[in-house]
């Protein structure tokens, strides 16, 4: 099993930037892939961004240009750098850990972006 705790979440005015961390524990595959979604109100969950054990990343086109994901493996945390944040991306984000078979969730944390 693993766990997946994140933090960094809050209010920021548009323009600004936040940096969110996930941070795993447990059993982790040296083949898995890391993920942020999130789901806004009233609307579906997104993936954000993606990035696998071996770095490869994958990003939304709505967050193009703007957000970083990132990881630190011998801390097993992934983060997502957010800049120049619209109210568009306010949502509560949520961690994914994947490998074949198997999905772990955080518990997510809330980002509002507004002035």
């Known amino acids: 099993q693993v766990r997946l705790v994140e933090s960094g979440g809050g209010l920021v005015q548009p323009g600004g930037s936040l940096r969110l961390s996930c941070a795993a524990s447990?059993?982790?595959?040296?083949?898995?892939?890391m993920a942020w979604y999130r789901q806004a109100s009233g609307k579906q969950r997104e993936l954000v961004a993606s990035?696998?054990?071996?770095?490869?990343?994958n990003y939304a086109d709505s967050v193009k240009g703007r957000f970083t994901i990132s990881r630190h493996n011998t801390k097993n945390t992934v983060y997502l750098q957010m800049d120049s944040l619209k109210p568009e991306d306010t949502a509560v984000y949520s961690c994914?850990?994947?490998?074949?078979?198997?999905?772990?969730w955080g518990q997510g944390t809330q980002v509002t972006v507004s002035s």
């Open positions: 447990g059993l982790i595959s040296s083949d898995h892939a």
């Open positions: 994914n850990y994947h490998k074949v078979g198997y999905d772990s």
């Open positions: 990035i696998t054990s071996g770095g490869i990343t």
